[in-house]
């Protein structure tokens, strides 16, 4: 196996934005899946990382494993930890392996610790994704434009979405309506931090739908508010789109069976006992990658708890 | 607060997020989320997997002007929807449950009480209060049964629960849950069907109390 070497960077608000190579690391395995690359990492202390490359997007890194005793520096991200190592941990959203992976043989790599290596750079121009603007221009400036755009691209893929799930033509369009309202009107609801647009009104229109079926409210979690006065941490906003992003491509990938009863499963055709006899559906996959909420939930709760 | 160590399940969490938990079941995973940011963040990931769904599965024509309909109506004024917030012991969706009101317990015998928030075809919910020590009435299930402690803690032959676990026992578990010391433990357990008491008393008042 080569040798690979990898670059993590990280962003010091001591530098005004600016990011700095935090480390390199010795790439110690390399798994290849269609979509992703993993890295297991070591920087020959007993500190263990793993990468998830999902090209041509930025890389994120993932902590497995830190020693205990190991002093924290100054400019050493805050990182998560786990007993159980084949759990994803997401890391801070400001450490992000921005550079790309070298080969090299493996008596060029500089001393570990040494960190001459180390330069300033600035990070390439991010943005986040339309469906996101529109609905930050919704939820803060109540922009109609921004709406319009909105319902033009998920009205025809929700109606599609309902049809499918045997709703007539009619009631389709009706519940339609109802789901957009509700993104109107609960935009201050909407957290970019969490969730990615899709994912946040595929959620409202289960429970639209349900509800609507029902004819009683279906039971959701308390609501956890962003606190108004959050300053917009770009970084976690583009890595949540980001995970998302990957994910729609591991779901395009999919053989068409494993497509078919992923959608099955989540428009709502599969009871939990069927969901969790089909050994087709990659949900262990699923949980262990987007772990992403994870950490901000921590940060949210830390006060309510 | 000691860590939540009996989480929802990732089918279930899956149903839950596609809509399809029957409504007993969708409580008390609902009101697990709200004390559980492990779940709560598997659950953002369910709905991640929902949107992909969503963005993919095609779309529909809309009707002539289904959108200068929906346009028009952006700004009707709407009565907002009332939301309940975490009271006492009682996450948000239980406060929904019991309508923000406290809960009416009913005495269930051996200081064991009771407050019924749904009884319907697709399977009961309702809060239990057991002193501690006490142990609710040996007994096997029908159907699956999810129990979430929102006070105190129990224990029984497949290990120890405290506030915000969910236990999950179907139809292959015997169990006897035993409140442990401390504070009365309060649960929520939700079922799909009647218990089966193996005691023959609380057989005959099976009937009597709905349980």
Known sequence: MSTLFVWVWIKNSSMQNKWHVWEQYRAISVGLFPEYWFFGLTHGDGEELLVEHPRPLPLMVHKLRRDADQPKGMDEPNLFRTNNDLTFIWLRSDVMLIESVEIRPAKRRPVPGSRKDRKLVTPPPREYSEQTTWMLAVRDKRDRVAFVALFDYFAPRLKGFFMRSGTSNGQAEEIVQDVLLTVWRKAALFDPHRAQVSAWIYQIARNRHIDMIRKERRPVPEELREDPDTEPDASQILAVEQEAGILNKAIAKLKPEQRAIIEKAYLGELTHQEISTQTGLPLGTIKSRIRLGLERLRHDLKDMR | ?211
């Not at chain 2, 991640?48 to 529909?60: F, H, I, K, Y």
């Not at chain 2, 406060?95 to 009913?106: D, F, N």
């Not at chain 2, 064991?112 to 006490?134: A, F, T």
């Open chain 2, 1 to 211: 607060m000691t860590a939540i160590t009996h989480h929802t399940p990732d089918a279930m969490l899956a149903a839950y997020s596609s809509g399809n938990l029957p409504q007993p079941y969708a409580l008390v995973v609902a009101a697990h989320i709200s004390l559980c940011q492990e779940c709560r963040a598997a659950l953002e990931a369910h709905h991640v997997v929902g949107g992909a769904v969503l963005d993919t599965v095609g779309e529909e024509e809309l009707s002539e002007g289904f959108k200068t309909n929906v346009l028009a109506l952006l700004d009707t004024p709407v009565v907002p929807e009332v939301t309940y917030q975490r009271s006492g012991v009682f996450p948000g969706p239980v406060m929904e449950a019991l309508k923000g009101k406290p809960p009416r317990w009913k005495s269930l015998g051996l200081g064991v009480r009771q407050s019924i928030l749904r009884d319907e075809c697709d399977g009961s919910v309702r809060l239990l209060h057991i002193p501690p020590g006490q142990a609710v009435p040996d007994h096997s299930h029908n159907g699956l049964e999810l129990t979430l402690v929102l006070q105190g803690s129990f224990s029984d032959d497949t290990g120890r629960f405290g506030v915000g676990d969910l236990e999950i026992a179907d139809q292959e578990l015997e169990h006897t849950p035993i409140a442990d010391k401390g504070a009365p433990c309060i649960c929520l357990a939700a079922t799909d069907a009647p218990l089966r008491f193996n005691a023959l008393i609380p057989r005959l008042l099976q009937p009597l109390f709905r349980i």
